[in-house]
């Protein structure tokens, strides 16, 4: 389905106040009169990673999302969420918004901080699994990684906290930077799997992390900068105890595609959710 000429697609990056920066999204703030083709139609032709559209309110308010990368719907997206909520709030103002998304309810809450908005969104209720050995060395040969350059301070697991990503600690930073992958056959692992993104992260710090995000079941090469992937991130190292369970982790993602980001996690006592945020800007 051809979208329709009329409908308005604002284009925003998000974790970036740069819009050269972090990772571009399509916004669609009134997509009731598209359907599933239309909607992924839109994002097909945008070409980014994902695109966000609107198609309506709750009755408790919360507005209704959906996200489609040029392939495919995604039951969640946290960069395209952040693109949505800074739409909103440059035309409405900032203030707090809920997401109603095919993962679960999402919070959203827009300040500005000296002259730029920041949007923070708490994620659904997330989980951390084991990894299948088999998996973990088909991951590692679609990739090219020997098992060698992997850290083994930070082991290899599945992470939920509304869409599903692998997360594989490289050793080194030069490991991180060599990305160069069999893109069907890591395809078609991550479709078996369900999931939506490699999470691929070298620690710098206590809490700062450099992380890529191979995302070849949207259609694209890599993520510029993923915040369902943030969040997930944030369970999995809670969940393996790697940072306190009160702590602000700082990741970088982008630099590697000329297109550099950071993003905010931050972990709450007693509180199972994560948070993410991070500035943006429009594009054009």
Known sequence: MTPDPGTQVLRYTAFSADPAGGNPAGVVLDASGLDEAGMLAVAAELGYSESAFLTGRTDEGAYTIRYFSPK????????????????????????DLEFATLAGRVPVTVSREGGELRATL???????????????AEALA???????????????????????????????????????????????????????TLQLVWREGPEVFHVRDPFPVGGVVEDPATGAAAAAFGAYARELGLVPETAVLTLHQGADMGRPGTLTVELRAGDARIRVSGTGARIG
């Open 72 to 95: 495919a719907e995604v039951p969640f997206c946290g960069h395209a969420t952040v693109a949505t909520a800074l739409a909103l709030a440059e035309r409405d103002g900032p203030g």
């Open 122 to 136: 708490t994620s659904v209720a997330p989980h951390v699994e084991q990894v299948a050995a088999s998996d973990l």
């Open 142 to 196: 679609a990739l090219d990684w020997p098992a060698a350059d992997l850290d083994p301070a930070l082991p290899p697991r599945t992470a939920y906290a509304g869409a599903r990503h692998l997360v594989l600690a490289a050793a080194s930073r030069a490991r991180l930077a060599d990305l160069d992958y069999d893109f069907a056959r890591l395809e078609a692992l991550m479709h078996r799997l369900r999931l939506t």
